[in-house]
């Protein structure tokens, strides 16, 4: 699965999720000030953009830009769709896989949106 990697933070998401990561790396009693950390709140902040990103983008849209006409009837099955994601209640990571099933109902759409598709769900 191709992912397109974030290139384009908002600033002030950045910076405010920056300020609430050197506050939870200093509530851990860690000194954000130390080299190995002084980077890791605008790293954590751009990752947590990253891997929530799926707010940002349109499935309906992403599915339409791949819209094939196609007079099948049977079921189209795509396993073992990769995903990672964040558990709600921790913010923990995890990752999994997805199987989609569908009818086509005249069309069928590239397998390659159903990946995305997923991604754009696993990231939210
Ligand atoms: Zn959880």
Not at 93 to 105: C, L, Q, S, T
């Amino acid at each position: 699965m191709a992912y397109h990697k974030k290139e384009y933070y908002d600033q002030d998401v950045t910076e405010g999720m920056m300020d609430a990561y050197k506050k939870i790396i200093e509530l851990t009693g860690e000194d954000v000030g130390r080299e190995g950390l002084v980077k890791t709140p605008e790293r954590a902040a751009k990752a947590m953009q990253y891997n929530t990103q799926g707010y940002t983008l349109d499935a309906v849209h992403i599915l339409n830009s791949a819209r094939f006409r196609e007079d099948v009837s049977e079921m189209v099955i795509v396993k073992d769709i990769e995903l990672y994601s964040m558990c709600e209640h921790h913010l923990h990571p995890f990752y999994g896989k997805a199987h989609i099933a569908y009818i086509p109902n005249g069309y069928i759409t590239g397998l390659s949106k159903l990946a995305r598709v997923v991604d754009v769900y696993a990231r939210r």
